[in-house]
């Protein structure tokens, strides 16, 4: 059982796909920013992410128009990416495919509903909380839209499923989730999730399936009874992603003592 004064803090938890999903990649990551509160240190590619996200919700907020995306990306790319720089090659990759993407900007093929829409909702009576980067209606029926870096690619349709079709799968997840959410103040489920990959220029539009969603809340459900019964935190360390994703790797103990060794 886990100590009775991480169990009090986590049983008065909001739930998020992020806070879950933060668990799994490092128990220790997860307890310096839901348990102890640490501040998060900007990395480069969560900033990266993070400044496409703002320009594009600032187009959608008739803040910027089309024509100033563009310039408004190469101004403050080197302000707003903030972090260790990876090798000037993938910088360079990644300043190219944000040109790229806003040279080409075009609509969502929805009307606007909202645009990062703050979300409160409950998945069988657990508080949860999501922002939606955009939800579109068309005849009626919603789609919800999250913006994202990862170059994913549409699903394969082979009978045995890609690596990349897999990676797809883990990322509707939270969709999904999101998918309770617009049930609950639309008064139903969305039509199709979708991913507005802004690094390599797709856009993936995957109907909702009702067994999919009910899977992924057992998966929620089961995972925040896995968090509630942790005692160890233990951290899991990687190279990559300690030092070009993590947030918190500045104050964690673990990797820095690897750094000495």
């Known amino acids: 059982m886990s100590d009775m004064i991480y169990t009090e803090l986590i049983n008065c938890m909001t739930w998020s796909y992020s806070r879950i ?67 000037a090659n993938i910088v360079s990759n990644y300043i ?37 980067d955009f939800l579109g209606e068309l005849d009626g029926e919603y789609y919800i839209i999250d913006n994202k870096s990862r170059a994913l690619k549409p699903r394969s349709g082979r009978a045995v499923p890609t690596k990349k079709d897999i990676e797809l799968d883990e990322m509707l997840v939270q969709l999904y989730i999101y998918a309770a959410a617009v049930k609950q103040k639309y008064g139903k489920f969305p039509k ?25 809340i057992s998966w929620v459900k089961e995972n925040i009874e896995i968090i509630k019964q942790e005692s160890d935190f233990s951290p899991w360390l990687d190279y990559f992603a ?13 990797w820095q003592e690897r750094g000495r060794i």
């Open 21 to 87: 999903a933060s668990f799994n990649d490092c128990k220790y990551k997860w307890f310096l920013k839901y348990i102890r509160h640490d501040t998060e240190c900007p990395k480069f590619y969560s900033s990266y992410g993070k400044f496409i996200h703002k320009l594009i919700e600032k187009y959608y907020d008739n803040k910027l128009t089309k024509q100033e995306l563009k310039t408004e990306f190469v101004l403050n790319f080197q302000t707003e990416v903030e972090g260790d720089r990876p090798s």
């Open 96 to 132: 190219r495919a944000g040109i790229e993407y806003f040279d080409s900007f075009t609509d969502f093929p929805y009307n606007m509903v909202s645009v990062e829409e703050r979300m409160e909702f409950d998945i069988d009576g657990i508080p949860f909380v999501g922002y939606i």
């Open 192 to 216: 199709a999730l979708c991913f507005n990959c802004f690094r390599n220029g797709v856009f993936i539009e995957e109907p909702f399936v009702l067994d999919k969603y009910y899977k992924v």
């Open 242 to 254: 300690c030092t070009y994703i993590c947030g918190y790797s500045d104050d964690c103990c673990y």
